[in-house]
């Protein structure tokens, strides 16, 4: 028997510079890493779904594929655009940034479809200010006038649930986790002492950090004393949006992958770096929104080399 296919999927919390697949030992398996900088759960599910059709078609036996899906954002959203329907498709994928552009298919050709073609417009985390404005345009326009949490927690379950199904239909060994929570409807007012002592943080503006200083250190370490539940014991958007309690009734948790303390519960790898490891936050001003290289290689070290060996 050849060695393990890893399939890692997710957002740049899974492909950004030095991410947690790039720890993966090269000698010991195949990884195929396929997350992309913004992605959300539509794209994730996916590009999953076609990497591991492509791989069965290669020739790939099934006990030798293993999945790990790091789930993104909820509110997180792509629009496809192609040259064929889209009136500004050309505009859109006009300019030097392309970050809010990625295409999964490949051709006998090209290892992706062109983009001049068609490919997946991203709109990442809200706000986003994309070199290419008219993309900026559009998904200000989305979230302005589109967006509810209701809809985007609904879609999201639904995404995560299409590749379980497809999994478990294929008969592929897998392990789901998330960048931090997205399960829960809670927050965070910064307290005295603090830069930003008196605002309310939610999300990745929790883990970030940015509101521990006035400006970014290379250093930021979540402080002792600030030991009140943040997510743990917090409503579950399930229960508030009763539109998605079936969807959250039939997921499979049994392969789901959580870190939970007394602060936290439903959390991912921002929750275990930042409260499990005491560990210090991302690059200080250079990439201060992601994990740090040596935080993404202890989470290989303590938990995603074991979670594979029992895959």
């Known amino acids: 028997m050849g060695k393990k296919h890893i399939i890692t999927a997710g957002c740049s919390f899974t492909n950004c510079g030095n991410s947690w697949p790039y720890y993966l030992d090269r000698e010991k398996y195949e990884v195929h890493n396929i997350a992309t900088p913004g992605a959300g759960q539509a794209y994730i599910s996916r590009s999953t779904i076609y ?51 990625e295409n999964f298919v490949c051709t006998e050709k090209h290892y992706r479809i062109p983009y001049k073609e068609s490919c997946w417009l991203k709109s990442s985390t809200r706000g986003m200010q994309w070199e290419n404005k008219p993309v900026v345009k559009l998904f200000d326009n989305y979230f ?45 007012t910064v307290p005295s002492g603090f830069g930003e002592v008196g605002q309310t943080k939610i999300g990745h503006d929790i883990w ?71 560990f210090a936050w991302g690059n200080g001003k250079h990439d201060p929104g992601h994990p740090h290289p040596d935080s993404n290689k202890l989470f290989v070290e303590k938990v995603i080399n074991p979670m594979i060996e029992v895959l």
């Not at 999945?67 to 009136?87: A, F, I, N, Q, Y």
């Not at 008969?171 to 931090?180: E, L």
């Not at 009734?249 to 936290?264: A, C, P, S």
Request: proline content about 2%; charged content about 30%.
């Open 51 to 101: 990497h591991i059709n492509k791989l069965l078609n290669e020739g790939i036996e099934r006990d030798r594929i293993k999945v790990l899906v790091m789930w993104s954002g909820m509110d997180r959203h792509e629009v496809l655009s192609t040259d064929r329907e889209t009136p500004m498709h050309q505009i859109y994928i006009d300019g030097n940034d392309m970050n809010w552009l």
């Open 144 to 188: 302005k006038n589109f967006y509810t949490e209701e809809e985007s927690f609904l879609r999201g379950l639904e995404n995560i649930l299409r590749l379980q199904w497809f999994l478990e239909k294929e008969n592929i060994s897998h392990k789901f986790m998330t960048w931090q929570n997205s399960f829960n409807k809670y927050s965070f």
């Open 208 to 278: 970030c950090m940015g509101w521990t200083y006035q400006k970014w250190h290379d250093n930021i370490i979540w402080p002792k004393e600030i030991d009140c539940k943040l997510s743990k014991d917090s409503p579950l958007l399930k229960d508030i949006y009763h539109n998605t309690t079936h969807l959250w009734d039939i997921m499979d948790w049994d392969k789901w992958w959580f870190y939970e303390d007394e602060q936290v519960e439903y959390g991912g790898l921002a929750e275990w770096i930042i409260l499990g490891e005491r």
